[in-house]
């Protein structure tokens, strides 16, 4: 989605202006400023939705479908890798062939994706199908920018990706809730059969009113090598986290992995300065608020996603909550996101980046520490404390990061930095979805034989260990029908006692990470050329 002063178009009556200070004002539907946003807005809904909704479908998925803690850690990685690695490509496939074209193509392909997942009766087949609706997804994002920079005066660029900011952030926050209540009065299933109605209104609006915005001089390659050195590099980072504590750390696959991951990362660097035209230009790092702001938001997600993927976990495996009781206890973390957006919103405005974000990055490492004193008996009050908290302090860098990323990059490279923006959140995601659960499998693995033992239980084979051990990090008592209630009421005090020390510790890391984002959050400042990037109307 690199800026430029010119646009070509495709069809009869789809001509945008050409003239730089901003594109004509549409007649009728087709190319309606507001009713494009109004079209994307439910599109990227989709895939903002998605990144969190299913997160509290995730017990319900591994009981029906008898998936491994692994397993459940793809069905969110698979999804997230999937958008981290596509979106830069995908913003540049926009420019080649059009935002419009591009923006359909990844309506159509998420809704079919969605569709797929809940006909699905595997684990397998559900990780397949969300790697193909991150995908799909990734197709969404930029194209949906793109749209909107492509459509909207310069005086009003600004208001619009403010509210479709605003859309991704009120979804990705309602998606808890709305997974609740889909997963308790229908099935795990809805969570994704809803994205179909979805999908088919966004195509519809998209066919009627979208207009074709097309660069001039567009990318005609699309440095396939750098994207396969960056999947690999990500993928075998995250592999090897997911698989460590079955392998064992100290295990030479744990390592082959990790080191092969820092090779296709030094091979991809050193491919993208050769390459004429790169997928993620390394000059762009030159600005260290460019670079804090990306280091920024993986931190902030990875204190977030791996935060949240334990938290729905300790509702309802632990307290014994539904899915809509679980959603409606992060309530508090949800609504504060959304009340907080504006509130940032209006201080960034006033006080720059710099002082909101890091305060933001204060209160999420303070609310993690609280959450990491949660314990099985813990008041509904006291955790809506700290979810609010939580929700609270990532408003601000939800808001903030693309003044920072997109504002500190050159105008050429706007695009580039608005899909790297995005990427570095779904990459945090993916990290922190891996490295937290890491930490839980490796507590609970040194724990729960002891505590197995010191309970009096009966001693376990290594295989039945290592079956218990799976139940236990997700909260799950390794209990059979027909067992006395004595007996179970002492394996569940064990394993609810096991996974809570894990779900502390993991806390206790990504509180350290959110901390260490405040120092990051300090390199920030208002960018030298947001002012400038609102103003051209074109792509």
Request: with cysteine; proline share 5%.
């Given at each position: ?6 646009i ?32 994307v ?11 969190t ?9 591994q009981?029906?479908?008898g ?8 069905i969110?990685n ?8 596509s979106?830069i ?6 420019d ?16 079919a ?5 809940g ?25 949906a920018?793109?749209l ?14 403010g509210?479709?900011?605003m859309?991704i952030?009120?979804s ?7 997974g609740?209540?889909?997963?308790e ?14 999908g088919?209104?966004?195509l ?19 440095d ?10 990500m ?16 295990d030479v ?7 092969a ?7 991809f ?15 762009m790092?030159?600005?260290v608020?460019?670079?804090a702001?990306?280091?920024?938001m ?15 976990f ?22 504060m ?14 006080l720059?980046p ?11 490492a303070?609310?993690?520490?609280g959450m990491?004193t ?13 979810f609010?908290?939580?929700g609270?302090?990532?408003a601000p860098?939800?808001?903030g ?48 034989p002891?505590?197995?033992?010191d309970?009096g239980?009966?001693?376990l ?17 390794p209990v ?8 179970v ?5 064990v ?16 509180a ?15 960018g ?10 074109h792509?």
């Amino acid at each position: 989605m690199t800026s430029q002063t010119t646009i070509d178009t495709t069809g009869p009556g789809d001509r945008a202006s050409a003239d730089p200070s901003g594109p004509a004002p549409a007649a009728g539907l087709r190319g309606h400023p507001w009713l494009t946003l109004i079209t994307v807005a439910v599109g990227v809904m989709m895939v903002a939705l998605d990144g969190t909704i299913v997160a509290i479908a995730n017990p319900a998925i591994q009981k029906d479908l008898g998936a491994s803690f692994a397993d459940v850690q793809w069905i969110t990685n698979g999804y997230f890798l999937a958008l981290a690695v596509s979106l830069i490509t995908a913003g540049k496939l926009g420019d080649r062939f059009g935002h419009r074209q591009t923006f359909l193509i990844g309506v159509t392909g998420f809704a079919a994706a969605s569709g797929a997942i809940g006909l699905s009766h595997s684990i397998a087949a559900v990780v397949t199908f969300r790697v193909f609706q991150g995908l799909f997804g990734a197709l969404l994002m930029p194209a949906a920018l793109g749209l909107l920079r492509a459509t909207f005066p310069a005086e009003k660029l600004n208001m619009a990706i403010g509210i479709w900011g605003m859309v991704i952030g009120a979804s990705t926050a309602g998606g808890p809730i709305l997974g609740g209540v889909l997963v308790e009065h229908v099935n795990w299933q809805s969570v994704f059969f809803i994205n179909v109605p979805v999908g088919v209104l966004a195509l519809l609006l998209g066919l009627l009113i979208l207009l074709d915005h097309r660069a001039k001089n567009a990318p005609r390659s699309f440095d396939l090598p750098g994207i396969a050195l960056l999947s690999g590099a990500m993928f075998c980072l995250v592999w090897a986290l997911i698989k460590a504590p079955t392998w064992g750390w100290g295990d030479v696959k744990t390592w082959g992995f990790i080191g092969a991951s820092a090779l296709l990362f030094v091979l991809f660097a050193v491919w993208e300065t050769r390459v004429a035209e790169p997928l993620i230009p390394l000059g762009m790092f030159r600005s260290v608020p460019l670079s804090a702001g990306v280091v920024l938001m993986v931190l902030m997600a990875i204190a977030f996603m791996g935060g949240l993927f334990f938290v729905t976990f300790y509702l309802q495996n632990v307290h014994g909550m539904s899915p809509i009781d679980a959603g409606l206890h992060l309530l508090p973390l949800t609504g504060m996101m959304i009340v907080g957006s504006p509130l940032a919103g209006a201080a960034i405005t006033k006080l720059g980046p710099r002082i909101p974000l890091a305060g933001g990055m204060a209160a999420t490492a303070i609310a993690m520490y609280g959450m990491s004193t949660l314990k099985a008996d813990t008041g509904s009050g006291l955790m809506s404390v700290w979810f609010a908290l939580l929700g609270f302090g990532l408003a601000p860098v939800m808001v903030g990061a693309t003044e920072v990323i997109v504002g500190n990059a050159p105008m050429e490279l706007s695009g580039v930095a608005g899909g790297l923006q995005q990427a570095a959140m779904q990459i945090g995601g993916s990290l922190g979805t891996a490295v937290l659960g890491a930490v839980m499998a490796s507590r609970v693995d040194s724990e729960l034989p002891g505590n197995w033992a010191d309970a009096g239980l009966p001693k376990l084979t290594p295989e039945q260990l290592d079956q218990a051990s799976e139940a236990v990090q997700v909260g799950v008592p390794p209990v059979t029908k027909g067992m006395p209630e004595a007996l179970v009421a002492k394996i569940s005090g064990v394993a609810h006692d096991t996974f809570i020390s894990g779900m502390s510790l993991a806390s206790l890391v990504a509180a350290g990470v959110a901390a260490f984002a405040v120092l990051v959050a300090l390199l920030t400042k208002r960018g030298e050329n947001a002012e400038a990037g609102a103003g051209v109307g074109h792509i």
